[in-house]
């Protein structure tokens, strides 16, 4: 699967073709995966279930290559494995010791550590490739061996010879020269920079070979141990138009100060020659750019070749495409009249700071030498008007036509922000874990085809800008928008969903973050800020919601979300001053009588008043205090019990926990602690579990229940029929009842269909000989249509809405726990809760 593209007349085949072949990388060895694990025996698989990957590598902390691929197989080994897997990194470190006391420390290191040939390894640069070569029979190396970053053409006959699987990354080489070819024209002489040792010849080497391959590319000359002066006096000598291209050595990156790489290519682009590239890190010292080689993209096909049941029915040799064609921005000026290209800009804001300096210094020199001349304003107005127009193209990404938020804070500052009346941001949660998984590539144009529907259905006077790699900011001026923003929102992406479903593209989930600007100049900033925290609270719910519309911060204020947060992280402490309990009832449809009930939260702020419920909950879960928050509910409610001790007539008490909280390790002992400390039976109280979306070890929920229901405590499924996990979790966790939520008796009411669907989860649920209770009981009808389908128990305000502790034990501890009278319901309802 060696292939090196060369020059296309068509640019956007070409760059079609550069996806396809990129996707086919990973799409082959799942495949083959697949069809392996389906040949393989049980057996076999559980024998290396186990094994461990190890990630053998030169240089220990410094070499950006050797970083940049530990950090990305790290991440990506934490993605892909099991918890019983491990990742052992060691380190050559031949940089640092001599090459005989580095091998003999690693040579130690390994023998005492786990490595051993059920295991899998991945082998990062060719100084790796020597040590493992050459101590190939003296350690139990895995079977499964995995290299990639390989120059010696040495290493690379003999890892094949032995069963190692390589991955090339030639076309990332081919790539980069072809884009060179089609933004400056046909031919491209080039001049090829190099570090003066053996590992630098190598990849010298490679490169000659890839330069030969790809047409219109011609090599006039190769400098080796370079200097800025020496590649400037060459020049001179070559052919005009001849470009300077740098390849990887071991000491790209890894010295600094005076003499190093980056001071080199500072210097070089002083003198206004830029030196082009194909590896990130050699951009981050001062490289142009060029097509880059996506390090994230090479280590998950690493990590998925070296764990893959199929290693065996892979290639021996496979190569890796590039990602980006990423350019710096102060090279903008080379790339003029070539906007159909693919170009990322990095850098902006540095060359933005540049332009505006440049404009200040014309602006100076020429008010001092050309004071009231008309050449001088003219020269004046022609740099101003230069200065924008590069500025807004700058602003500009040019990957999807969007306008980033640096123009949207250009556009609208200082009076302009009055034209603002709306922003909001868009976001899919589909979309972050498809970048987790598949890499930026593959995100830019799946995120594409959404920006294309989203442009061609954009409300009138509505705009589009690129907040990031994930998410859009829009803006909606002064009467360019209906009664109801908030519902023209939700409407425009219910219709961006339906046109994605039409043209059979991936359909994402998007949601909403909304807010007004106030229309002061110093506004647009914090209210940019407050959307940000609006996605925060919208991804700690659980996306649950499509529009969450949230409130400004006026100037040198917070915003609601940090004051909140900051509330609560003073008040989990103690917070018996300010939050306290109310209870709902759950009452029997058929006979209406009092059959337990609901534990809930209330929230009084001395200042703010009344806080909602679901205001401050999801906080509580962001700060990732949702198990001290349970356990205060548990004890509080308890305490109440032990003051209405022989209370029959109360039935079970239920309290809403969280995940967090149910899977903590010691939560079924301290229940049983908290029990027998108040000498209550564990029958007085039951547990609702509500969070059922981020259930990802449903095996560790099975054994903390069975501990519960061993000790006499009942769990149920809060708000079934709400997420998309509850029926999973319904055949597989042992629950003492089901608490249908509110919204499916709600549809009920109105679609016959919705009616059917309900009336066949009670009738699973009673196979299953589980307790039900309907949420949302509101008028007479549902009452009576509940009794015909045999519902246990029903929560509603039909009922009773939820009441202070004092006022349940008023109206139902000391009589028949009959129907409550209107006007007790009544005076209930306007207590403080």
Known sequence: M??????????????????????????????????????????ELDESQGASLTLLTSYHQGYRWNDDVVSSVEARFRH????????????????RLARPLAHEALLQRLTASTLNESGSLIIADDPAMAFYLEYRDELPWPRKVVALGLNDDRFREQAQALGVKLLKSYPVMAQSLNMLVETFGSPVPLMLLAEDSEHAF???????????????????DVVTGWTPEEVIERLSRSPPGTRLYMQGGQDSGWSEGAGSTAHRLEALAAQGYPVFCHFEFQMAIGC???????????????????????????????????????????????????DNLPFQWIGVRGRLEQVAR????????VSVVAVGSLLGVGALLVARNRSRRLRRKLMVDQRFGLPTRLALVSDYRGSRCEEVEWLFVLVSPELRSYRRRFGSGSLEGLLRISIDVFKAHLPKGWRLYLGGEEQLIGMVPAQAHGPDVESQLDSYLALVGQFQQRDSARVLRWHASVVVVPGHSTDLSNCLASLEEGVQR???EGWVRPVLRVTAAGPYHETQLRWLCRQVSLLIEN??????????????????????????????????????????????????????????????????????RGADWLGTVSVNVHLSTLVADDFPDFMVTELARRRL????????????????????????????????????????????????????????????????????????????????LVGLCHRMELTVVAEGVETVEDASWLITLGVQEGQGYFFAPPMELEDLVAVYGEKPAGPMPTTVLRQVGTRRC
Request: hydrophobic share 50%; net charge negative.
């Open 2 to 43: 060696h292939i090196l593209l060369g020059p296309c007349p068509l640019p956007w085949l070409r760059s079609l073709l550069l996806v396809r072949l990129r996707r086919l990388v990973p799409t082959t060895l799942g495949l083959l995966a697949m069809v392996a694990s389906a040949m393989l025996s049980g057996d």
């Open 80 to 95: 892909e494995a099991s918890a019983d897997r491990q990742l052992l990194v060691e380190y050559v470190d031949a940089l």
């Open 202 to 220: 190598n990849v010298v080497d490679d490169m000659v070979e890839v330069i030969g391959s790809v047409a219109d590319v011609t090599l006039v």
């Open 288 to 338: 142009a750019g060029g097509a880059i080689l996506d390090v994230d993209f090479l280590a998950h096909a690493a990590v998925e070749l070296a764990l893959t049941p199929a290693f065996d029915l892979v290639p021996a040799s496979s190569s890796v495409m590039a990602q980006r064609h990423l350019i710096d921005a102060r090279w903008y000026r080379l790339f003029e009249g070539h």
């Open 358 to 365: 440049e404009y200040r210094q014309a602006l100076y020199g």
């Open 538 to 540: 919208l991804e700690s």
């Open 575 to 644: 917070p018996g001053n300010q939050w306290r309990l109310v209870a709902q009832p759950k009452m029997a449809p058929s006979s209406r009588t009092l059959v337990g009930a609901e534990v809930l939260i209330r929230w009084c702020h001395p200042d703010a008043g009344n806080i909602p419920p679901p205001e401050f909950l999801p906080v509580i879960l962001m700060l990732g205090l949702a198990e001290r928050f349970d356990r205060w509910v548990i004890g509080r409610t308890l305490d109440w019990l032990l003051e209405l």
């Open 681 to 760: 039976p564990p029958r007085c109280l039951a547990l609702e579990l509500v969070e059922h979306e981020h259930v990802d070890d449903v095996e560790r929920v099975q054994r903390q229940m069975r501990r519960l229901h061993e000790r006499g405590i009942g769990v149920a499924l809060d708000d079934f029929g709400s997420g998309y996990t509850a029926f999973n979790l319904l055949q597989r966790l042992p629950l003492a009842a089901i608490k249908l939520d509110y919204s499916l008796l709600h549809a009920a009411r109105r679609f016959d269909q919705a009616r059917q669907a309900y009336a066949a």
